[in-house]
């Protein structure tokens, strides 16, 4: 069973401090990583994705891969209220390695506080 | 470019009707998904398809479930009989391919609301 593990939060911080979200994943075939951010209501928008051990940045996202530890990350810098919202990570298998099938964790919901 | 673009985005329907749901993937996308999100599952895959062509749908809850891709820029969903424990919203999302880095990203449209009496 492939599980994408995430803590539900919700998670607060102030507003311009770092905002740091986890993820695991059971499945060592998963070879590429999605971060969506979905506001209440709304679709999930991809935000970040991952292929490669190590970080990669964009503005103020970075997201850290190790797949030896099977474990993600997004960092929010200068984290502000519009980044109030559930994040979600997903994990795809390597090609041909089965079915071409996200399996996303259930999200944590983030708040930032003004 | 316009995003992929779902309807209704919202539907009430009573026990019983049949309910079709709507998507018009990105202009060159070759893959198609149908999922659905609920508080208590999260968000499901339910099917997807290949150039038109249904590759996995293992996650269709039952036969009352039936999906279609006539042609590259359209797919139906359709739940007949609906029952209230239908009631999700139901996203639809396309991605270039399934090969490696940026082709593998999917992409979501604004979902399809679906309520059940």
């Known amino acids: 069973q492939k599980e994408v593990e995430q ?15 986890n993820c695991t994943y059971s499945d060592r075939v998963s070879q ?24 990669k940045e964009d503005g103020r996202f970075t997201a ?30 390597v090609t041909g390695a089965g ?15 003004p | 470019d316009a995003g992929v673009i779902q309807s209704p985005r919202h539907e009430v329907t009573e026990m019983g009707q049949e309910v079709t749901l709507r998507c018009k ?17 999260g968000l499901e ?5 290949n150039n038109n062509v249904p590759i996995d749908d293992s996650g269709m809850p039952e036969d009352r479930f039936s999906a279609k891709m006539p042609n590259a820029s359209f797919s139906t969903l359709k739940i007949q009989p609906s029952e209230p424990r239908d ?8 991605s270039l391919g399934y090969d490696g880095g940026n082709r593998n990203e999917q992409y979501f449209g604004p979902g399809t609301r679906l309520t059940v009496t």
């Open chain 2, 25 to 41: 993937p990105i202009s060159g996308h070759d893959y198609l998904f149908w999922y659905r999100q609920t508080m208590m599952r």
């Open chain 1, 32 to 55: 590429s990583f999605f971060w969506y951010r979905q506001y209440s209501g709304k679709s999930p928008e991809l935000i970040m994705s991952i292929y490669s051990n190590g970080d």
């Open chain 1, 7 to 21: 803590n539900s939060g919700p998670l607060s911080v102030p507003e311009g401090a770092i905002a740091s979200l």
């Open chain 1, 64 to 93: 850290q891969l190790n797949k030896a530890s099977q474990y993600v990350s997004l960092l929010i810098r200068d984290s502000q209220p519009s980044d109030s919202a559930t994040y979600l990570c997903a994990a795809l298998p």
């Open chain 2, 45 to 49: 895959l339910l099917i997807y398809f």
């Open chain 2, 87 to 94: 009631s999700a919203v139901y996203f639809c999302a396309s």
């Open chain 1, 99 to 113: 079915s071409y099938q996200l399996t996303f964790g259930k999200g944590t919901k983030l708040s930032v506080i």
